[in-house]
Protein backbone atom coordinates (compact mmCIF):
# COMPACT_ATOMS: atom_id res chain seq x y z
CA UNK A 1 0.00 0.00 0.00
CA UNK A 2 2.98 2.08 -0.43
CA UNK A 3 0.86 4.35 -3.18
CA UNK A 4 -0.73 5.40 -0.32
CA UNK A 5 1.80 6.84 2.08
CA UNK A 6 3.85 10.38 2.25
CA UNK A 7 7.03 11.42 3.59
CA UNK A 8 6.32 12.36 7.20
CA UNK A 9 6.37 15.99 8.19
CA UNK A 10 8.98 17.39 10.46
CA UNK A 11 8.56 19.98 13.57
CA UNK A 12 6.10 19.25 16.90
CA UNK A 13 3.38 21.86 15.72
CA UNK A 14 3.34 20.20 11.94
CA UNK A 15 3.22 16.65 13.76
CA UNK A 16 0.49 17.67 15.82
CA UNK A 17 -1.64 19.26 13.34
CA UNK A 18 -1.01 16.26 11.04
CA UNK A 19 -2.35 14.01 14.01
CA UNK A 20 -4.95 15.94 14.04
CA UNK A 21 -6.29 16.07 10.56
CA UNK A 22 -5.52 12.30 10.75
CA UNK A 23 -8.15 12.09 13.47
CA UNK A 24 -10.74 14.06 11.97
CA UNK A 25 -9.77 11.61 8.34
CA UNK A 26 -10.86 9.12 10.35
CA UNK A 27 -13.47 9.95 12.41
CA UNK A 28 -14.96 10.98 8.83
CA UNK A 29 -14.84 7.50 7.46
CA UNK A 30 -15.35 5.29 10.39
CA UNK A 31 -18.99 4.99 9.76
CA UNK A 32 -18.11 3.33 6.54
CA UNK A 33 -15.79 1.31 7.96
CA UNK A 34 -17.84 0.04 11.10
CA UNK A 35 -20.24 -0.51 7.98
CA UNK A 36 -18.33 -3.00 5.80
CA UNK A 37 -16.70 -4.65 8.45
CA UNK A 38 -20.08 -5.07 10.33
CA UNK A 39 -21.26 -6.94 6.41
CA UNK A 40 -18.34 -9.22 6.10
CA UNK A 41 -18.56 -9.98 10.17
CA UNK A 42 -21.90 -9.86 10.91
CA UNK A 43 -21.34 -9.00 14.01
CA UNK A 44 -21.17 -5.10 15.63
CA UNK A 45 -18.36 -6.29 18.47
CA UNK A 46 -15.99 -8.12 15.76
CA UNK A 47 -16.64 -4.76 13.58
CA UNK A 48 -15.49 -2.54 16.23
CA UNK A 49 -12.34 -4.82 17.29
CA UNK A 50 -11.41 -4.65 13.59
CA UNK A 51 -11.96 -0.62 12.63
CA UNK A 52 -10.40 -0.09 16.21
CA UNK A 53 -7.37 -2.03 14.67
CA UNK A 54 -7.13 -0.32 11.45
CA UNK A 55 -7.64 3.02 13.75
CA UNK A 56 -3.92 1.83 15.90
CA UNK A 57 -2.38 1.44 12.15
CA UNK A 58 -3.14 4.43 10.56
CA UNK A 59 -2.31 6.09 14.05
CA UNK A 60 1.36 4.38 14.05
CA UNK A 61 1.85 5.63 10.51
CA UNK A 62 2.48 8.73 11.99
CA UNK A 63 0.39 11.11 8.95
CA UNK A 64 2.95 9.23 6.11
CA UNK A 65 -0.21 8.15 4.20
CA UNK A 66 -1.41 9.90 1.50
CA UNK A 67 -4.84 9.13 0.76
CA UNK A 68 -6.47 8.10 4.39
CA UNK A 69 -9.68 6.71 3.22
CA UNK A 70 -8.54 4.98 0.26
CA UNK A 71 -5.96 3.70 3.16
CA UNK A 72 -7.93 3.00 5.77
CA UNK A 73 -10.58 1.16 3.79
CA UNK A 74 -8.04 -1.19 2.64
CA UNK A 75 -6.64 -2.47 5.69
CA UNK A 76 -10.23 -2.71 7.14
CA UNK A 77 -11.16 -5.01 4.88
CA UNK A 78 -8.00 -7.00 4.86
CA UNK A 79 -8.32 -7.10 9.18
CA UNK A 80 -11.96 -8.33 8.42
CA UNK A 81 -10.99 -11.07 6.24
CA UNK A 82 -8.45 -12.54 8.95
CA UNK A 83 -10.95 -12.33 10.84
CA UNK A 84 -13.56 -14.09 9.08
CA UNK A 85 -11.56 -17.27 8.67
CA UNK A 86 -10.84 -17.49 12.35
CA UNK A 87 -14.67 -16.76 12.96
CA UNK A 88 -15.89 -19.20 10.48
CA UNK A 89 -13.60 -22.22 13.00
CA UNK A 90 -16.09 -20.48 15.89
CA UNK A 91 -19.07 -20.98 14.23
CA UNK A 92 -18.48 -24.17 13.36
CA UNK A 93 -18.67 -25.24 17.09
CA UNK A 94 -21.43 -23.02 17.56
CA UNK A 95 -24.69 -23.86 19.12
CA UNK A 96 -27.56 -24.23 17.08
CA UNK A 97 -28.18 -22.01 14.32
CA UNK A 98 -26.18 -18.49 13.99
CA UNK A 99 -27.55 -15.36 12.74
CA UNK A 100 -25.87 -12.21 12.23
CA UNK A 101 -26.50 -9.41 14.64
CA UNK A 102 -28.54 -6.73 13.09
CA UNK A 103 -26.69 -3.37 12.48
CA UNK A 104 -26.79 -1.00 15.30
CA UNK A 105 -24.46 1.24 14.19
CA UNK A 106 -24.15 5.02 12.80
CA UNK A 107 -27.46 6.11 10.58
CA UNK A 108 -24.61 6.85 8.18
CA UNK A 109 -24.07 3.66 7.66
CA UNK A 110 -27.25 3.63 5.57
CA UNK A 111 -26.20 5.99 2.64
CA UNK A 112 -24.39 3.47 0.31
CA UNK A 113 -24.82 2.58 -2.66
CA UNK A 114 -27.30 0.05 -2.08
CA UNK A 115 -27.13 -1.80 1.40
CA UNK A 116 -27.69 -5.48 1.80
CA UNK A 117 -30.91 -6.92 2.76
CA UNK A 118 -30.71 -8.84 6.26
CA UNK A 119 -31.37 -11.81 4.28
CA UNK A 120 -28.77 -11.45 2.38
CA UNK A 121 -25.81 -11.02 5.26
CA UNK A 122 -27.44 -14.69 6.85
CA UNK A 123 -26.59 -16.52 3.09
CA UNK A 124 -23.33 -14.31 2.62
CA UNK A 125 -22.76 -17.44 5.07
CA UNK A 126 -22.12 -19.93 2.38
CA UNK A 127 -19.44 -17.43 1.04
CA UNK A 128 -15.51 -17.91 1.83
CA UNK A 129 -13.37 -14.58 3.46
CA UNK A 130 -12.09 -13.15 -0.10
CA UNK A 131 -15.49 -13.77 -2.10
CA UNK A 132 -17.75 -11.90 0.94
CA UNK A 133 -15.42 -9.14 1.10
CA UNK A 134 -14.81 -8.69 -3.14
CA UNK A 135 -18.98 -8.73 -2.61
CA UNK A 136 -19.81 -6.70 0.39
CA UNK A 137 -17.08 -3.87 -1.43
CA UNK A 138 -18.58 -4.35 -4.65
CA UNK A 139 -22.35 -4.29 -3.50
CA UNK A 140 -22.47 -2.03 -0.27
CA UNK A 141 -20.13 1.03 -1.87
CA UNK A 142 -20.12 0.29 -5.25
CA UNK A 143 -16.54 0.13 -5.21
CA UNK A 144 -14.91 -0.08 -8.96
CA UNK A 145 -13.30 -3.49 -10.05
CA UNK A 146 -9.93 -1.86 -10.46
CA UNK A 147 -9.77 -0.57 -6.94
CA UNK A 148 -10.98 -3.36 -5.49
CA UNK A 149 -8.19 -5.55 -7.24
CA UNK A 150 -6.14 -3.11 -4.86
CA UNK A 151 -7.83 -4.34 -2.13
CA UNK A 152 -7.78 -7.82 -2.27
CA UNK A 153 -4.13 -8.17 -4.54
CA UNK A 154 -5.84 -9.91 -7.25
CA UNK A 155 -6.08 -9.01 -10.93
CA UNK A 156 -9.43 -6.27 -11.74
CA UNK A 157 -10.84 -9.92 -13.97
CA UNK A 158 -10.21 -12.17 -11.07
CA UNK A 159 -12.00 -10.29 -9.08
CA UNK A 160 -14.56 -9.60 -11.67
CA UNK A 161 -14.99 -13.67 -11.56
CA UNK A 162 -14.59 -13.58 -7.60
CA UNK A 163 -17.85 -10.81 -7.82
CA UNK A 164 -19.80 -12.93 -10.39
CA UNK A 165 -19.03 -16.57 -8.04
CA UNK A 166 -20.49 -14.95 -5.27
CA UNK A 167 -23.50 -13.62 -6.66
CA UNK A 168 -24.57 -17.00 -8.22
CA UNK A 169 -24.08 -18.48 -4.90
CA UNK A 170 -26.43 -16.08 -2.59
CA UNK A 171 -28.63 -15.87 -5.72
CA UNK A 172 -29.37 -12.64 -8.04
CA UNK A 173 -32.57 -12.65 -7.38
CA UNK A 174 -32.10 -11.82 -3.35
CA UNK A 175 -30.04 -8.76 -4.40
CA UNK A 176 -31.40 -5.62 -5.13
CA UNK A 177 -30.14 -3.95 -8.47
CA UNK A 178 -30.45 -0.49 -8.08
CA UNK A 179 -31.23 2.14 -5.46
CA UNK A 180 -34.56 2.72 -6.31
CA UNK A 181 -35.48 -0.91 -6.52
CA UNK A 182 -34.02 -0.96 -2.69
CA UNK A 183 -36.55 1.74 -1.57
CA UNK A 184 -39.47 0.26 -3.24
CA UNK A 185 -38.70 -3.28 -1.45
CA UNK A 186 -37.86 -1.53 1.74
CA UNK A 187 -41.09 0.28 1.50
CA UNK A 188 -43.02 -3.53 0.64
CA UNK A 189 -41.26 -5.57 3.22
CA UNK A 190 -41.77 -2.53 6.06
CA UNK A 191 -45.87 -3.05 5.42
CA UNK A 192 -45.42 -6.83 5.65
CA UNK A 193 -43.28 -6.55 8.99
CA UNK A 194 -45.33 -4.20 10.02
CA UNK A 195 -48.45 -6.54 9.59
CA UNK A 196 -46.76 -9.40 10.93
CA UNK A 197 -45.76 -7.46 14.25
CA UNK A 198 -49.56 -6.02 14.60
CA UNK A 199 -50.89 -9.75 14.05
CA UNK A 200 -48.42 -11.66 16.47
CA UNK A 201 -49.13 -9.20 18.92
CA UNK A 202 -52.72 -9.75 18.72
CA UNK A 203 -52.13 -13.76 18.56
CA UNK A 204 -53.92 -13.95 14.97
CA UNK A 205 -53.05 -17.33 13.85
CA UNK A 206 -54.79 -17.06 10.68
CA UNK A 207 -53.67 -13.47 9.61
CA UNK A 208 -49.96 -14.79 10.32
CA UNK A 209 -50.94 -17.59 7.90
CA UNK A 210 -52.21 -15.46 5.82
CA UNK A 211 -48.77 -12.98 5.52
CA UNK A 212 -46.35 -16.62 5.25
CA UNK A 213 -45.24 -17.97 1.93
CA UNK A 214 -46.53 -21.69 2.70
CA UNK A 215 -42.45 -22.87 2.86
CA UNK A 216 -41.72 -20.21 5.11
CA UNK A 217 -38.79 -21.05 7.37
CA UNK A 218 -38.18 -19.75 10.97
CA UNK A 219 -34.28 -19.40 12.17
CA UNK A 220 -33.83 -18.98 15.81
CA UNK A 221 -30.61 -17.94 17.86
CA UNK A 222 -30.33 -18.26 20.84
CA UNK A 223 -26.08 -19.11 21.09
CA UNK A 224 -26.59 -21.85 23.08
CA UNK A 225 -27.94 -19.00 26.28
CA UNK A 226 -31.46 -19.03 25.92
CA UNK A 227 -34.20 -21.18 24.85
CA UNK A 228 -34.19 -21.55 21.00
CA UNK A 229 -35.99 -23.64 18.35
CA UNK A 230 -32.12 -26.13 17.23
CA UNK A 231 -33.38 -26.49 13.59
CA UNK A 232 -34.78 -24.47 10.74
CA UNK A 233 -38.75 -24.88 11.42
CA UNK A 234 -40.30 -25.18 7.94
CA UNK A 235 -44.40 -24.34 6.89
CA UNK A 236 -46.26 -21.46 7.79
CA UNK A 237 -48.50 -23.68 10.24
CA UNK A 238 -45.34 -25.17 12.02
CA UNK A 239 -44.37 -21.45 12.26
CA UNK A 240 -47.27 -20.43 13.73
CA UNK A 241 -47.95 -22.54 16.33
CA UNK A 242 -44.37 -21.73 17.15
CA UNK A 243 -44.21 -18.20 17.38
CA UNK A 244 -48.00 -18.13 19.31
CA UNK A 245 -46.22 -20.96 21.90
CA UNK A 246 -43.23 -18.14 22.55
CA UNK A 247 -45.71 -15.34 23.04
CA UNK A 248 -48.03 -17.75 25.12
CA UNK A 249 -45.10 -18.31 27.23
CA UNK A 250 -43.70 -14.52 27.39
CA UNK A 251 -47.18 -13.79 28.70
CA UNK A 252 -48.50 -10.02 29.09
CA UNK A 253 -45.04 -8.48 29.70
CA UNK A 254 -44.49 -8.87 26.33
CA UNK A 255 -44.10 -5.69 24.08
CA UNK A 256 -43.10 -5.56 20.38
CA UNK A 257 -41.79 -2.19 19.31
CA UNK A 258 -40.84 -1.91 15.63
CA UNK A 259 -37.17 -0.93 14.81
CA UNK A 260 -34.87 -0.52 11.35
CA UNK A 261 -31.32 -1.89 11.19
CA UNK A 262 -29.67 -0.67 8.49
CA UNK A 263 -33.04 0.89 7.22
CA UNK A 264 -34.22 -2.47 6.94
CA UNK A 265 -37.48 -3.12 8.52
CA UNK A 266 -37.49 -5.26 11.88
CA UNK A 267 -39.26 -5.43 15.50
CA UNK A 268 -37.79 -5.78 18.81
CA UNK A 269 -39.57 -7.78 21.71
CA UNK A 270 -39.56 -6.40 25.14
CA UNK A 271 -40.13 -8.60 27.68
CA UNK A 272 -41.15 -5.70 30.40
CA UNK A 273 -38.38 -3.41 30.15
CA UNK A 274 -35.63 -6.12 28.82
CA UNK A 275 -34.71 -6.54 24.87
CA UNK A 276 -35.43 -10.22 24.75
CA UNK A 277 -34.95 -11.22 20.55
CA UNK A 278 -34.90 -9.00 17.39
CA UNK A 279 -37.35 -10.31 14.81
CA UNK A 280 -36.18 -9.71 11.27
CA UNK A 281 -37.65 -11.40 7.88
CA UNK A 282 -37.01 -12.02 4.48
CA UNK A 283 -39.83 -11.58 1.80
CA UNK A 284 -40.55 -11.57 -1.65
CA UNK A 285 -43.02 -8.38 -1.82
CA UNK A 286 -46.32 -10.53 -1.28
CA UNK A 287 -45.68 -12.95 1.45
CA UNK A 288 -42.68 -13.32 4.11
CA UNK A 289 -40.69 -15.90 3.02
CA UNK A 290 -38.29 -16.33 6.52
CA UNK A 291 -38.67 -15.43 10.25
CA UNK A 292 -35.20 -14.52 12.09
CA UNK A 293 -35.23 -14.72 15.40
CA UNK A 294 -32.17 -12.94 16.70
CA UNK A 295 -32.06 -14.06 20.79
CA UNK A 296 -28.33 -14.53 22.07
CA UNK A 297 -27.76 -11.95 24.76
CA UNK A 298 -24.84 -10.91 23.35
CA UNK A 299 -26.38 -9.56 19.81
CA UNK A 300 -28.78 -7.55 22.37
CA UNK A 301 -26.90 -5.93 24.36
CA UNK A 302 -26.68 -2.75 22.21
CA UNK A 303 -30.81 -2.53 21.98
CA UNK A 304 -31.63 0.25 24.39
CA UNK A 305 -33.95 -0.74 27.18
CA UNK A 306 -37.71 -0.01 27.34
CA UNK A 307 -38.79 3.02 29.30
Not at 24 to 44: D, Q
Not at 181 to 192: C, I, N, Q, S, W
Request: proline share 6%.
Amino acid sequence: MNQHRRPPASGNAAGDAIADDGAAAFLAVRPRLLAIAHRMLGTMGDAEDVVQDAFLRFHAAGGTIDSPQAWLVTVTSRLAIDRLRAARRERAAYDGPWLPEPWTGPDDGDAFAGDLPYAVLVLMERLGPVERCAFVLRELIDMPYARLAEVLGRSEAACRQIVARARRRLGDGQIPAAPGDVLARRRRHERLMEEFRLALAAGDAERLIGLLAPDATITSDGGGKVLAARNIVRGAGRIVRLVLGVARKLGRGRIERPARFAGEAGFVTYDGERPVRIVMAASDGERITAVYFVLNPDKLVRIPTES
